[in-house]
Each structure stands twice: as C-alpha cells, then as structure tokens.
C-alpha cells in the first residue's frame, strides 16, 4: 500500500515538500529555491483524482489563481471500489499502463504555468497522468505539482513526473496528508506565494 485511501479517511497533517529541478533528480530536499521561481502568464489546472482529496485542492487552486479547470478522466474508469481500485492501480503500475483519457479540448500553447495533481499510488504518479504526460509536450512551461496522499512518497512520484515531463520549468511541489484538513487553503496560499503566483 503505498497512497491510496478510502474516501471517508481524513488527516489534520500537512505537509510541504519542495522538490527543485536538480534536487529532485539526485533525491534531495530543500526549503529554498534557487533561482527563484515565478509562475507566470495564463494558468492551466490538470488534475486526476480518485477518491477527491485531488479534486478539492485543484479547485482551491484554480479559484485562488483564477486557472482553467481540466479533471483527467478515464475512458475505462477504475473501480469505485477502495479495494479493488488496490488492486487494479498496482497492476497497472507493474505494466506500465496507459490508459486511455478523454482528453477533448486539453490544449496547452495556451498556457504558460501549468498545475498538475494526482493522488500518490504507490509511490509513484497514477497512470492516467503518465498517459497525459506521454501525450503532451511541456517544452517552456512553468510547472507546479501538487499532490494527495499518506504514503510520503512525492520525491519518489516527483522524479517519475519529471521524467515523463522533461525541459520543463519546475518550482516547489506540495505535499498535503489525505484531504488536508482545516488548513488546506491556507497551506495552498503559501505553497503559491513561495512560487510567485499572482
């Protein structure tokens, strides 16, 4: 079990990971960015969500930020069941899946600062986003991650992303426990001010 949790689970605990272009590659952890980083321009939120703890902090984002809103979503869904979507979200893992996404009218030239979301599965990002990330070029974009979940693995999640998103910009990526409690928002307001987002 590495992330995944039952909807009705919730935690008070936050936590803010910052995750830098080379830092992240060589496993390391900062609290400061160096240079810093400014997200600029039109801003984008994409994001899959399983149980909704995704799907809240997006949307916190993208009214915070006055961001476009786009849910990543699978043209098989998983399970709605906690169980089974265990199962199914290992295997898939194991094989390196890539589901297939309704992605209609996700156009990124657009935009210039990019957020993405998903919960942490074991260890690592879902499927349904390396899918997104194969299919898309993030060439020039700024990009904030941020993510959901109570296996402490974004350093892990992060490089996979980063990986699969490469010649991108990244700043400070979040880390919240579960649903993120009573402080989310505010937890939210500082990550974005620490990137520079106006």
């Not at 936590?15 to 952890?29: D, F, K, P, S, T």
Request: glycine share 8%; net charge positive; aromatic share 10%.
């Amino acid at each position: 079990y590495r992330g995944i949790l039952p909807p009705e689970q919730k935690s008070m605990t936050i936590g803010l990971r910052v995750a830098r272009n080379a830092l992240a590659q060589q496993g390391q952890e900062s609290t400061s960015a160096n240079p810093p980083f400014k997200a600029t321009g039109n801003k984008l939120v994409i994001y899959y969500s399983w149980s909704g703890n995704t799907r809240n902090m997006a949307k916190i984002i993208a009214k915070k930020t006055g961001a476009r809103l786009i849910e990543l979503k699978l043209k098989q869904p998983y399970s709605v069941n906690y169980t089974e979507v265990l199962t199914q979200a290992w295997q898939a893992q194991q094989k390196r899946d890539l589901p297939e996404l309704d992605l209609t009218g996700l156009k990124l030239e657009d935009y210039d600062t990019i957020f993405i979301g998903y919960p942490l599965w074991w260890a690592s990002i879902p499927r349904p986003l390396a899918t997104m990330l194969t299919k898309y070029d993030f060439t020039g974009k700024n990009l904030l991650v941020f993510s959901s979940g109570g296996g402490g693995h974004l350093q892990q999640s992060y490089s996979d992303l980063m990986k699969l998103a490469q010649c991108s910009n990244f700043g400070t990526a979040l880390e919240v426990s579960y649903s993120g409690g009573a402080e989310l928002e505010e937890t939210i307001s500082e990550w974005l001010r620490a990137n520079g987002v106006k």
